[in-house]
């Protein structure tokens, strides 16, 4: 059966312009517009249907659109985007607003449930709503035209975007970690949703990176998925504000850490993924290949395990059952530290930022530090330094 082509959406930022362009119709000629187009960065030419409307005659109109993601797994789908537009004379004090030199005579700022940037190395400004440059762009040029077509081009216009329940919804994606609070971001470099985009999960995890490093931060924590977060928070009790979560882009991680200038990276994984990057496998997606029984049986071959010891753990299924094997013929600590050394080197060598290496399983805990993982850990907030892992 051929696989079914997956369904684009389209962006916050997109909802938010045609939201703008159809409440600045309403305001200056009650025109209410079924649908908006909307000329993407993209080049392409979207027609948004218009949710709701609000107006208060020479006051100011409010439209909504409803986010359509298509079959992107968008905690944002279905959300619906707000624009409140109301008549102003000079720039409203008191409030954070964006202009524009190319669209003088609107202000744009953000309401319920997009959030406020409070730390650097985002592309907003500190204290400013989390309204990214290219959605600031299609707002302003939305509401330009708009504004324009009944002849009022001179008027000043304040824009309001909100997203009713983007507080709520705010906790479940990175906007936390990059310190983004009180709701979402109004996003979008092209205007599209592509689903399952791993160049936009891998963006986000270098935006992150560039939050850290303009705190200051020279060392950083890394780990895969949730459970390795969860296992740096609480097991390691590292200070989560120099964490960054990489999923199974090790290599790419690692690339975005040496051009962004960061000096020391502590990466703790479980050995299931860990155990590929020691192989030289650098995305430890299962679609990029598995070999992890083959290159623990390398490793273990390296410590000087028995050949035919060695050859049982090709036949097992995961690699918590390898490790329990290993610790029952007493070769789990000599295996997992030739492992964690690889990872080390393998890092190393291809993406030159100085890294120690923490492997981990559930049923065991820390299987293997390199030398300097310690260390890193007290740089990194560990007040217990460490002293009560011995590994085996």
């Not at 080049?43 to 949710?51: D, E, S």
């Not at 009180?182 to 936009?200: C, F, H, K, Q, W």
Request: contains cysteine; aromatic residues 6%.
């Amino acid at each position: 059966m051929e696989e079914k082509e997956l369904r684009s959406g389209y962006t916050t930022g997109t909802c938010a312009a045609a939201a703008a362009w159809a409440a600045v119709r309403l305001l200056c000629s009650g025109f209410r517009a079924a649908a908006v187009e909307v000329l993407t960065p993209g080049g392409q030419t979207l027609a948004i249907p218009i949710a709701g409307f609000e107006f208060l005659e020479g006051k100011w109109a409010l439209c909504s659109v409803k986010k359509d993601a298509g079959d992107d797994p968008d905690v944002t789908n279905g959300v619906f985007v707000y624009a409140r537009v109301s008549f102003t004379g000079e720039r409203p004090s008191g409030i954070p607003c964006y202009s524009s030199d190319m669209h003088p005579g609107l202000y744009l700022t953000g309401g319920e449930g997009v959030g406020t940037v409070t730390r650097k190395g985002l592309s907003c400004p500190v204290g400013y709503h989390a309204i990214n440059p290219v959605p600031r762009m299609m707002i302003f040029e939305a509401a330009d035209e708009a504004r324009q077509l009944p002849g009022r081009s001179d008027g000043g216009l304040l824009i309001e975007i909100s997203i009713p329940g983007g507080k709520e919804l705010a906790a479940k994606t990175f906007n936390p970690n990059l310190g983004i609070t009180g709701g979402l971001s109004v996003l979008g470099t092209t205007g599209i949703v592509n689903p399952m985009s791993e160049a936009a999960l891998t963006e986000t995890i270098r935006l992150d990176i560039r939050v850290r490093v303009a705190e200051g931060r020279k060392i950083l924590a890394v780990a895969p998925g949730n459970y390795g977060e969860r296992f740096v928070r609480e097991e390691l009790e590292l200070d989560m504000s120099s964490f960054v979560k990489c999923s199974n882009f090790i290599g790419d991680t690692f690339g975005m850490m040496a051009e962004e200038k960061v000096e020391k990276v502590l990466l703790a994984g479980h050995l299931g993924k860990m155990i590929k990057v020691a192989g030289g496998v650098m995305n430890t997606h299962s679609k990029y290949g598995d070999r992890r029984m083959e290159i623990l049986a390398d490793c273990a071959a390296e410590a000087g395990m028995p050949e035919d010891s060695a050859g049982h753990l090709y036949g097992m299924n995961t690699t918590d059952e390898a490790a329990d094997y290993l610790a029952g013929e007493k070769w789990l600590r000599p295996v997992m530290e030739i492992a964690a050394k690889r990872v080390k080197k393998n890092l190393e060598s291809r993406y030159r930022v100085h890294t120690e290496v923490v492997l981990f399983n559930g049923t065991i805990g820390i299987l293997a530090m390199t030398a300097g993982a310690k260390e890193f850990a007290m740089a990194l907030g560990n007040e217990k330094q460490m002293n009560n892992y011995n590994c085996l």
